[in-house]
């Protein structure tokens, strides 16, 4: 089974989470900070990533191709009785090989023999280093196996990549562009959105590839006949 390593925290050029839930999975997988949060919202269906739960990082690693077990007997009801950071470390549960991802003091880091990793510390530094809190209560503590390879596109569809706010937006700018009309409003079912081609277009029996039925489902559904529309309009563009 191949290792596990240890890898600095990647950030994204744009659109990085700061929180150190996607950063260990970063650190463990060697994907970006965005990509990471975009994987754990995938699992958790939330509209954003802060603090994490064990299970949405155990769930989101398991997708990536990791296997992620428990490694340590601790209590979370009564973490005083557990041992510090810097016990766990001199502990004989823990070998000089294995990657370990560990909760202490309600923070995610990874260790891998002296050398350590979070969000907080970017880099792989020294466990003796003055930015690993080693007077934090150890709460959880997993040991983690690479797998398989996965490939990020095969974790995240290119349809669950685009939040609804990216969509709606798509929608609304490709529609300007093309003189197209959105219209929403909320009744007793919920938002409804319509979506109207262009004048010469629009409503004409045999022209419009929507004619009679101009609701849409969602926003995805809208940005889909959005395009028809405006593919009618480049076309029309191109014979005149």
């Keep these: 089974m191949p290792t596990a390593t240890l890898k600095p925290v990647k950030r994204a050029a744009k659109g990085h989470n ?89 923070h995610w880091q990874v260790v891998q023999g002296r050398r350590y990793c979070c969000g ?21 503590v997993y040991r983690i196996d690479h797998a398989r390879k996965v490939a990020l596109a095969d974790v995240l ?28 409003y909320l009744d007793c079912d919920g938002l409804r959105i319509i979506v109207w081609g262009q004048d010469d277009v629009c409503d004409v029996e045999g022209l419009d590839p929507f004619w009679g039925d101009h609701y849409a489902d969602d926003w995805a559904d809208a940005l889909e006949r959005v395009q028809e529309y405006a593919k009618l309009a480049k076309l029309e563009a191109e014979a005149a």
């Design 18 to 106: 700061r929180y150190c839930g996607p950063a260990a999975v970063s650190i463990i997988t060697g994907i970006d900070t965005a990509e990471a949060s975009a994987v754990i919202r995938f699992v958790n269906k939330k509209r954003s990533v802060q603090g994490t739960h064990d299970w949405e990082i155990i769930k989101s690693l398991n997708l990536l191709g990791y296997n992620v077990a428990s490694a340590a007997k601790l209590n979370r009801l009564k973490p005083k009785t557990n041992p510090t950071l810097a016990a766990w470390l001199k502990s004989d549960e823990r070998d000089g090989k294995t990657l370990y991802l560990v909760v202490a003091g309600n």
């Design 120 to 140: 907080l510390s970017r880099d792989i530094v020294s466990i003796r280093d003055a930015k690993v809190k080693r007077r934090a209560r150890v709460t959880a």
């Design 157 to 184: 569809p290119a349809k669950v990549k685009d939040t609804e706010a990216t969509v709606r937006r798509k929608a609304r700018e490709l529609a300007a562009k093309h003189v197209i009309e959105i219209e929403t």
